[in-house]
T-cell receptor
Framework: AQTVTQSQPEMSVQEAETVTLSCTYD???????LFWYKQPPSRQMILVIR??????QNATENRFSVNFQKAAKSFSLKISDSQLGDTAMYFC???????????FGKGTSLLVTP | SAVISQKPSRDICQRGTSLTIQCQVD?????MFWYRQQPGQSLTLIAT?????????ESGFVIDKFPISRPNLTFSTLTVSNMSPEDSSIYLC????????????FGQGTRLTVV
């Protein structure tokens, strides 16, 4: 079974600064999908960014980018120019193949301060 | 993308009773997933609901406690039966967008409190 580990329960960053959230995973598969989801207090799960394992290029979505190290099974999220609205719980998630459920890490609570 | 309407958004229930949560999707999907998020915790998969067949439950979850219906390709229900305070959680339904992104979409969640 795949496991996802987020070793940072809480993090804090000042507005406009950059923060990196860590995620490692364990799998024996070669092709899979990785995601970062954001969950604000509204409870709505919002996709931040996704990465397909067979793509070597790191995914980028505006201020959000990932550092995907397949050999190390590492998938960190970098948030640049942090905004107050980025305050939320962030979950790293693994999907073994399309149509399968997600395996989530325990989450990192990010607080962006003025 | 997929838009999911989940009801109710929250409820407070007496122990020993049952609550049925509904999940309506604006497009046809093959698989629907039900997750539980206990207070301050991550999401744990309860079961996978495939239209036309019995739901597949994860270890630690049983059909008698969490019966699931999937009558068509756009709708599913999860019932939390014979509730106890330990069932107090957020319950979320999810579907996957197979139109190309493989992104998972989530309902707004149901916050259940059992007293």
């Amino acid at each position: 079974a795949q496991t996802v580990t987020q070793s940072q329960p809480e993090m804090s960053v000042q507005e406009a600064e950059t923060v990196t959230l860590s995620c490692t995973y364990d799998t024996s598969e070669n092709n899979y999908y990785l995601f970062w989801y954001k969950q604000p207090p509204s409870r709505q799960m919002i996709l931040v960014i996704r990465q397909e394992a067979y793509k070597q290029q790191n995914a980028t979505e505006n201020r959000f980018s990932v550092n995907f190290q397949k050999a190390a099974k590492s998938f960190s999220l970098k948030i640049s120019d942090s905004q107050l609205g980025d305050t939320a719980m962030y979950f790293c998630a693994f999907m073994s193949r399309p149509g399968y459920a997600l395996n989530f890490g325990k989450g990192t609570s990010l607080l962006v301060t003025p | 993308s997929a838009v999911i309407s989940q009801k109710p958004s929250r409820d407070i229930c007496q122990r020993g009773t049952s609550l049925t949560i509904q999940c309506q999707v604006d497009s046809q999907v093959t698989m629907m997933f039900w997750y539980r998020q206990q207070p301050g915790q991550s999401l744990t998969l309860i079961a996978t609901a495939n239209q036309g067949s019995e739901a597949t439950y994860e270890s630690g979850f049983v059909i008698d406690k969490f019966p699931i219906s999937r009558p068509n390709l756009t709708f599913s229900t999860l019932t939390v039966s014979n509730m106890s305070p330990e069932d107090s959680s957020i319950y979320l339904c999810s579907v996957e967008d197979r139109s190309g992104t493989d992104e998972a979409f989530f309902g707004q969640g149901t916050r259940l409190t059992v007293v």
